[in-house]
């Protein structure tokens, strides 16, 4: 019989790449996994709903990030870089190749930053590609590889620095749920662990860089400038983005642009800052970004008058990426309910024979299906660490190798899937222009550069730590 987690994943890809929207691929994979898993019509919506409900403050936090994003973008900093880069593009200052390099590593950079330094997460990819759009198609630089850039920031970062997300991945979920199953962990190095792991998405990026993408590609110039010029303070360029919603925000935001100052950017510095703070003691993303929220509405950056469309702003700006979280979570709890995760675990057991190194590569590879059909890294590990942990225990494999097979294969899949805010984050920025396709400009460029050298590095971590 067809296991119905793997049968649900599937169905979910398949659609996905026939280019049936996320939602709706979400949708019915849940209910083919829930109808073969057993559970019937009405206990499958049951399930998907209780997925729902525990998306909730996922939906909540991107709502926040999305209205800090914008309250930024208000302040003029996103203005500022973008029109500072593109003086330079028309004033040839540097040269091309030197600005092309520079925005690559600021990419990365600010990719890093939004996961621990500035924790507003995905949130600043719709605010500071689209202005950008312009600038990378005349240096004729494939998005394929800006998506590789963006991604690699947003994943290597949780998955191996213990801060922010990373401190979420890496302590409160991982190191947790690997105690909880019965392992010792108080000395474990959690950077140790995930050392090699990381140096596989290093690896994965530099192919994308030196190889893959290394060619010039062809957009067409007319709209991404005319998004430029939008973001800098004209309505021109409304027009491009992919949804209505994505219009509305785009237009409002170029109409209610302030002009850069010194004054509002330290109140920009002064807000992040804050969030920071806020966020390092409370351990809480929400609570970071309203108080940095409120920063600007107290020192008047954003006017009392204007703080709910600011808001409503931000949420429309991250609707979409958190109406698939919300969707992937309901196919996450229908996946649980079927009870067939540790069936296709213990299938795949059955061809370890006591072989580690077959050990470690099922195991990874079982990750590997769970993460691309829920979309999240920190939803997985929860599934797998308690069958993991024992399994492992039982083959003979030594702590540090244990937490850098069970943070491997949670995070194995956040790119490349095409539920995962990794890949939606990208393809937000990307696609203002309808010009960068999800599926085949997003997800299988990141799947192939980063899961498939993640999948070796984890599996030499397993063998040598």
Known sequence: MVNAVLLAVIVMLGLSLARVHVVLSLLIGAM?????????????LVAFQDGIKNGAQIALSYALLGAFAVAI???????????????????????????????????????VFSQNLIPIHIAFIPLIIPP??????????????????????LVTTYMFIPYGFGEIYLKQIMLKNVAEAGMNVENVSVMQAMAIPATGM???????????????????????????????GSKAGANVHATQGGQ???????????????????????????AFVVQLYTESLLLGSLFGFGIFMATGVVKWNEADSVFNEGIKLMAMIGFIMIT??????????????????EGATNLFAGNKGVAAIVMLAIGLIVTM?????????????????????????????????????????????????????????????????????????????FNLPLLAFGWIAAMVL
Not at 35 to 41: A, D, M, N, S
Not at 416 to 436: E, I, K, R
């Open 32 to 44: 083919v996994g829930g109808l073969v898993g057993g559970l019937g019509v009405d206990a499958t």
């Open 73 to 111: 973008a208000h302040s003029g900093l996103p203005q500022s870089l973008s029109n500072g880069v593109i003086n330079r593009i028309n004033n040839n200052q540097g040269g091309t190749q030197s600005i092309k390099w520079g925005l690559f590593f600021g990419l990365v950079l600010m990719s």
């Open 132 to 153: 950008l759009l312009g600038v990378f198609n005349r240096l004729q630089v494939d998005r394929r590889l800006l998506a590789c850039l963006m991604t690699f920031g």
């Open 202 to 232: 290093l690896v994965g990026l530099l192919t994308a860089i030196f190889f893959s993408y290394r060619k010039s590609r062809h957009y067409n110039l007319a709209a991404p400038q005319a998004q430029a010029t939008s973001v800098a």
């Open 248 to 274: 509305d925000t785009l237009t409002s935001m170029a109409a209610n642009a302030t002009a850069p100052s010194k004054g509002k950017t330290l109140i920009a510095l002064l807000a992040i800052v804050t």
């Open 328 to 345: 992937a979570q309901g196919f996450a709890e229908v996946m649980k309910a079927t009870d067939q995760i540790a069936p296709l675990i």
């Open 373 to 449: 059909g829920i979309g999240s890294s920190f939803s997985t590990i929860p599934i797998i660490a308690a069958i993991y942990v024992p399994l492992c225990m039982a083959m003979g494999f030594s702590p540090l190798a244990t937490v850098a097979i069970i943070g491997t294969a949670g995070a194995l899949g956040d790119a490349g899937s095409p539920a995962s805010d990794s890949t939606l984050g990208p393809t937000s920025g990307l696609n203002v222009d309808g010009q960068h396709d999800h599926i085949k400009d997003s997800v299988i460029p990141t799947f192939l550069h």
